[in-house]
């Protein structure tokens, strides 16, 4: 990996969240049309149409913040931050949580019945399995990402081995949404490495950055079929795994972070200070690699 240049201005200015940019809205449709084959079958006059008659509104108009958008996202926020499909590591930008915005219709009229749609996927090295649905064949990629779990290395099998759970219907901690695991469209793994952001707040109510998490050639795994991995929001959750295939579309993904969050304001702090407030900063921060084009590696 080239190394990462990186230049800051700071201020005391209030942080935006960090929003990149996504295609022309009847081109970013397709994430989803292509996606859900047999599910979703068409978009017209602002609405995408499922297959069996459904209509769900892409775009409502309104101007959200992020916190606005987690709480009432149409499909079109949904896609709002593109999802990076290269390593990060550290403090990643504020409010920077691709998938994190779900539109609540969208799931209900997916996923309608995954209660009685579950199948059961072993997981290597856990002697236990992961309930999922097989609507839109999560079950069947999640049985894809354990067998290629199966071919790494061994420290690795051992790394994400204890797993958590699947199908789960609860709420999101902390909020009146319903979990995707609800929808039996999330699995939790590697336990014993896990970090969540509530369990590592700063008294200022902000998480400390990320330590370790999730092996990358299992992500990558997770990745290639269809989940995104919780380690790469702001408010990170590194034993969680959403099957989000329209975020991974070669239309709404990114590559190379830059491209992800081009500029951004993130809250930097002293190792020492960490747990004093008055150490941290709110800066803009501009970064590029050398090779800023090529998907060689992270840069946060």
Known sequence: M???????????????????????????????LESYP???????????????????????????????????????????????TV??????????EPGRIRNQAFLETVYRGSELALKAIAW????????VTTIAGVADELAKVAQGV?????????AVAKIGGGYHPRVIAGTTRKSPHSYGIAVDVAMERAEYWRWRLL???????????????????????????????????????????????P????????????SFTQTFMTAENENDPGAQRVCLVKAWSEASRVADGGIF
Not at 124 to 131: C, E, H, T, V, W
Not at 251 to 262: E, L, N, T, V
């Open 150 to 158: 199966t071919r790494l290395p061994a420290s690795i099998r051992r």
């Open 2 to 32: 080239r190394p990462v240049k990186l230049i800051a201005a700071c201020s005391m200015l209030v942080s935006l969240s960090a929003q990149a940019q996504t295609p022309p809205r009847p081109e970013a449709t397709r994430c989803f």
């Open 124 to 131: 290597p090295g856990s002697g236990r399995k992961l309930r």
């Open 38 to 84: 047999g599910i979703l079958c068409g978009f017209e006059d602002n609405e995408l149409r499922f297959c069996d008659g459904a209509r769900l509104l892409w775009d409502d108009g309104a101007t959200k913040t992020h916190a606005r958008m987690l709480e009432s996202a149409d499909l079109e926020d949904t896609l709002s931050q593109a999802y990076p």
């Open 87 to 96: 390593p990060l590591s550290g403090v990643l930008p504020l409010d920077f």
């Open 251 to 262: 239309m709404c993904r990114c590559g190379p972070p830059d491209s992800c969050y081009p």
């Open 203 to 249: 008294p200022t109510g902000l998480p400390r950055p990320m330590k370790g998490g999730v092996p990358p050639q299992v992500v990558e795994l997770f990745e290639q079929h269809g989940f995104i991995w919780g380690g790469k929001w702001y408010r990170y959750d590194t034993m969680h795994f959403e099957y989000r295939p329209e975020l991974l579309h």
